[in-house]
C-alpha cells in the first residue's frame, strides 16, 4: 500500500489550497479515505472521510462549507480542497485509508498547510 501525497505550501488568511493523495498497490475505489491533520504542538484532529464510490462525505464541524473532500477513483486519487483558511487550519495533513471495521491502517507522509499573513 503506498499513499503519496502532493500540494499544500503557505496561504495567506481566506486563501485556498488543494492536497492531493495518490493511492497505488491495493483496490483504491473499493476503500473509504480519510484525512486527518495535526496542528504544532496538539494531538491529532480528523478532518474529513469520504465514502469508497465518492458519493458521500463527511466533515469536522469547523471544516464544513470550507473544505471539500472529492476523489477520482478512475486516477486513484484523493482530494482535500481547502478554502476561507484561517491561520488556526495550519497543520500537518495526513490521507488515510480506512478499514471494514473502521481502523486506520496507512497514511500518506503528510503535507504542511501554512496559513499566515
Known amino acids: 500500500v503506498q499513499l503519496v501525497q502532493s500540494g499544500g505550501g503557505m496561504v495567506q488568511p481566506g486563501g485556498s489550497l488543494r492536497i492531493a493523495c495518490a493511492a497505488s498497490e491495493f483496490p483504491f475505489s473499493s476503500y473509504d479515505m480519510t484525512w486527518v491533520r495535526q496542528a504544532p504542538g496538539k494531538g491529532p484532529e480528523w478532518v474529513s472521510e469520504i465514502k469508497a464510490g465518492g458519493d458521500r462525505t463527511y466533515y469536522a464541524d469547523s471544516m464544513k462549507g470550507r473544505f471539500t473532500a472529492s476523489r477520482d477513483n478512475a486516477k486513484n486519487t484523493l482530494y482535500l480542497q481547502m478554502n476561507s483558511l484561517k491561520p488556526e487550519d495550519t497543520a500537518l495533513y495526513y490521507c488515510?485509508?480506512?478499514?471494514?471495521?473502521?481502523?486506520?491502517?496507512?497514511w500518506g507522509q503528510g503535507t504542511q498547510v501554512t496559513v499566515s499573513s
Open positions: 488515510g485509508r480506512v478499514q471494514p471495521g473502521r481502523a486506520y491502517d496507512y
